[in-house]
């Protein structure tokens, strides 16, 4: 059975920094794209970044440019956000998800929710 | 960036009744390998977002064949055809073909 489970959330002041976790179990995370949506609370569905890991390629979304970075651990079966210079605007739940294709997928985790604020 | 526009935001459904939702992105969602980029998600109140079609047309594994998608090039187009009162949430759609990716604002489905 798939499962992706966030963690990492919390409450940081504006100017911090937090890292976000995602334990992938029923697949090997490698040769999928992996992403981080986040949803500010009422609001909709934004895409904050995407890994692939076997191809080292890693895209953002240019809000977070320069101040989050996403990458991966291949023998921990996880994925990491690392987030700085965290706004008040960065205040969300976070998920990770694996992208479809052609096979399907489209798996979403339950989300870890990021609080900025003074 | 590829701009997802969504319509209606608001749908007030009867039970029974079919349901559709139209997405249009501002360029082609086909990639080389001939599919179309396009997702859709359910948002059920208090979960998280559920795959229900992928690549324009491909109903995900365990949804119910109420629900169908289909489109190309840039308009597309999520079908109920009868709804139930447990399909209540927010419906988007998505681009996977190019980064950024984006999402339609969503569609609010609820139940007269």
């Known amino acids: 059975e798939v499962q992706l489970v966030e963690s990492g959330g919390g409450l940081v002041q504006p100017g911090g920094s937090l890292r976000l976790s995602c334990a992938v179990s029923g697949f090997g995370f490698t040769n999928y794209w992996m992403r981080w949506v986040r949803q500010a609370p009422g609001k909709g569905l934004e895409w904050v970044a995407s890994i692939k890991q076997d191809e080292r390629e890693v895209h953002y979304v240019g809000s977070v440019q320069g101040r989050f970075t996403i990458s991966g651990d291949n023998a921990k079966n996880s994925l990491f956000l690392q987030m700085n210079s965290l706004r008040v605007e960065d205040t969300a739940v976070y998920y990770c998800m694996r992208a479809s294709g052609p096979g399907g997928y489209g798996e979403w985790g339950l989300g870890t929710l990021v609080t900025v604020s003074s | 960036d590829i701009v997802m526009t969504q319509s209606p935001l608001s749908l007030p459904v009867t039970p029974g009744e079919p349901a559709s939702i139209s997405c249009r992105s501002s360029?082609?969602?086909?990639?080389?390998?001939?599919?179309?980029?396009l997702d859709w998600y359910l948002q059920k109140p208090g979960q998280s977002p559920q795959l229900l079609i992928y690549l324009s047309s491909n109903r995900a594994s365990g949804v119910p064949d109420r629900f169908s998608g289909s489109g190309s090039g840039t308009d597309f187009t999520l079908k109920i055809s009868r709804v139930e009162a447990e399909d209540v949430g927010v419906y988007y759609c998505?681009?996977?073909?190019?980064?950024?990716?984006?999402f339609g604002q969503g569609t609010r489905l609820e139940i007269k």
């Open positions: 998505m681009q996977g073909l190019q980064p950024p990716i984006t």
């Open positions: 360029q082609s969602l086909l990639k080389s390998n001939g599919y179309y980029y």
